[in-house]
């Protein structure tokens, strides 16, 4: 009886009396089992409205298309341009290293002996120099290609045509052979372009618009 006596009144209040304090309106007790009455819309419609004003603020809009065509001959230019100058680089013949050069399939070899030289200037050459020449790679092609923008299609798209070089260079040109190293620092190269500048480029130039 004790316990009993110390419940709220509210709760033998029947389903139809008024609440007190507020004379018109009835008083209906709320049950644990339903869903709680729900806050006031206003309160919802605000919270929409930032939390679409931070989607949109971080959507990223592209440039017009007469910019963006502009970037990507620009871009198609410097391709060109480099692509003449890989090929003077490594198709150009070179009778006299027919003697010292031999195909390299094991990834590593070559590497070793670079480091093996006795001046560290010659190991930065051949080491620096096939790096570099798959940077461009990593800057360009998420400009001119934007199908290709992901990391892991720039590596592929620059080990494919660096293995195709390779290939010629063993099939085609006296003094040149293959060498899967240079195939491995080549994407290397491509690969730090991407991160340092590629990525942001591609980004600048094609920048996807996010589905509502």
């Known amino acids: 009886m004790a316990r009993a006596a110390l419940r709220p009144l509210t709760a033998f209040r029947p ?4 609440e007190p304090g507020k004379p018109g309106k009835s008083w209906k007790p709320w049950n644990k089992t339903e869903a709680p009455p729900r806050s006031g819309g206003k309160t919802d419609r605000k919270a929409g409205a930032k939390t679409g004003a931070k989607t949109g603020a971080k959507t990223g809009r592209p440039l017009p298309f007469p ?8 871009a198609f230019a410097f391709m060109v341009a480099f692509a003449v100058a890989l090929a003077r680089i490594t198709l150009e013949p070179s009778p006299a290293s027919t003697a010292l050069v031999h195909s390299n399939l094991r990834p590593g070899d070559s590497l070793r002996a670079y480091l093996d030289q006795p ?32 990391l892991l299609r720039v590596l592929l798209l620059t080990a494919a045509v660096m293995l195709l070089v390779e290939f010629a260079q ?9 060498d899967i190293d240079d195939v491995i620092l080549n994407t290397t190269g491509a690969l730090i372009g991407y991160l340092i500048l590629g990525r942001r480029f591609g980004r600048a130039v094609h920048a996807r618009r996010q589905r509502a």
């Open 15 to 18: 389903r139809g009396a008024k």
């Open 119 to 150: 001046e560290l200037r010659d190991a930065a050459k051949q080491i620096g120099g096939n790096v570099l020449l798959g940077v461009p790679f990593g800057v360009l092609v998420p400009v001119v290609a934007p199908r290709a923008r992901g």
């Open 67 to 74: 910019l963006r065509l502009l970037a990507m001959l620009c």
């Open 170 to 178: 063993g099939a085609l040109v006296t003094g040149r052979a293959f």
